[in-house]
């Protein structure tokens, strides 16, 4: 009799999430999820070059599952992120596996493509974590989408777990829909896999469905936007200087000259609200002094130069 009880809980928990609407048809999640997968796919492709990684991505399969499945296939070594929306603390679970991490380092530093890259078998290093990191924000940033069907996430997301941190965080259990996608250069292939609750994408996308059947406010969007666009923010521009420990700063005197590094960028940047815009040039014009600007941000290559500053390149 005891046994039959537990039996048939189990039996009810799918049962269970369908009532509260956690868990939908399996065609529709898939479909859902691979239209997701499809319009993000090519973005993030492009995000990946333009970081300098000229990595391959492949859709290899869209299909429904649990959440804490995302550490199944990864093996002993891997990175995971969990994203935040602003409807739930884990709108989004991703996991990129050794390989993968191995492909990307390789592509961001220069790598010769055609050649085998070494595997990684040991617990992963701050530079790999980081573009581990890397990974998953761009990923995020083109899943999360826009307008009516955007799952809202929460960016920049959460810094990436790696090692006993990753393998011991508590994912909780839930009907999802798994996308796995395929980094691969013309030697090696990796694996990110992504994990989104079905009480979030079928929340999502029925929300969107019936904002459809209103009246878009579109007059109203343009009047925001024009406002918008006549608003004012402050400008900021800085130049990194180096290095100083704290007591070096407290011995700062009016009138010292501060010698910068001997590989400190030259290059100002110009920020607005904790956002880098544009990079330039100092200069002076009569009086006044003045900014240059020569070119808009690479946040790729200032990414890329970060990286190279720990390692010690």
């Known amino acids: ?24 048809e399996a065609s529709q999640v898939i479909g859902a999820g691979r239209s997701m997968a499809e319009r993000a796919l090519p973005l993030l492709q492009k995000s990946l070059v333009e970081t300098g990684a000229a990595v391959t991505l492949e859709l290899r399969a869209v299909e429904v599952g649990r959440v804490p499945e995302a550490r199944a296939r990864a093996g002993d070594c891997f990175a995971m992120a969990v994203v935040a929306s602003a409807f739930s603390s884990d709108a989004m679970t991703m996991v990129l596996d050794a390989p993968a991490i191995a492909i990307m380092v390789s592509a961001l530093f220069g790598g010769d493509a055609d050649m085998a890259i070494v595997p990684i078998e040991r617990e992963l290093s701050h530079v790999e974590v980081d573009v581990a990191a890397l990974v998953f924000q761009q990923a995020a940033e083109v899943f999360n989408g826009s307008g009516r069907r955007s799952l809202e996430l929460k960016l920049p997301i959460a810094p990436a777990l790696s090692g006993p941190e990753a393998r011991r965080r508590v994912l909780r259990d839930g009907a999802a829909v798994r996308i796995v996608i395929g980094l691969s250069t013309p030697t090696e292939t990796g694996t990110l896999t992504i994990l989104i609750p079905q009480r ?59 010698e910068l590094d001997k590989g400190a960028p030259v290059q ?29 941000q690479d946040e790729g290559q200032d990414f890329i130069d970060s990286l190279a500053r720990q390692a010690g390149i």
Not at 200 to 217: I, K, Y
Not at 275 to 286: D, H, I, N, S
């Open 1 to 24: 009799m005891g046994n039959a009880t537990m039996g048939e809980g189990r039996a009810c928990s799918p049962i269970l999430e369908r009532l509260v609407g956690d868990s939908g």
């Open 200 to 258: 979030v994408l079928l929340t999502r996308r029925n929300g969107a469905d019936a904002a459809d059947d209103g009246e878009a406010p579109g007059h109203w969007r343009a009047r925001l936007s024009e406002e918008v666009m006549r608003s004012s923010v402050r400008l900021d521009a800085t130049m990194p200087l180096g290095r100083l420990t704290l007591g070096q700063i407290a011995g700062l005197q009016k009138g010292q000259v501060l």
């Open 268 to 296: 100002a940047r110009l920020w607005a609200r904790s956002k880098a815009l544009f990079a330039c040039e100092f200069g002076k014009l009569g009086e006044n002094y003045t900014v240059r600007i020569s070119g808009t």
